[in-house]
């Protein structure tokens, strides 16, 4: 493994791993008031494009990165929706 592929892979750890604790507010609180649809709707769409590229040029930390922070994403955007539909219930 080369030392880019390394750097790579640290990048990719801590970008993704700084997913984990807005995902894990957000389950435990179902408060994401404060998150942007439009924000997350684009950042979510990016991140699967991410993945689609690494794929298609084999590079393991895009790969890797994008497989862990996609989820993560569609958690909070999954969240976002719902809430935006029980906000209009509400009213």
């Known amino acids: 493994m080369s030392s880019i592929e ?3 892979l640290v990048a990719a750890t ?3 791993i700084a997913f984990f604790p807005q ?3 957000s389950w435990r609180s179902k408060d994401v008031s404060g998150v942007s649809l439009a ?3 684009t950042f ?3 991140v699967a494009l991410w993945m689609i590229y ?5 590079s393991l ?3 890797l990165s994008n497989v862990v922070t996609l989820p993560l994403s569609l958690s909070i955007l999954y969240l ?3 809430e935006g539909k029980i906000s209009k219930s509400k009213d």
């Open 80 to 82: 976002k929706l719902k």
């Open 54 to 58: 690494g794929f298609l040029i084999e």
């Open 14 to 16: 801590l970008t993704t």
């Open 23 to 25: 995902a894990i507010h």
């Open 61 to 63: 930390p895009v790969i």
């Open 39 to 41: 924000m997350y709707c």
């Open 44 to 46: 979510t769409s990016g």
């Open 6 to 8: 390394i750097l790579g």
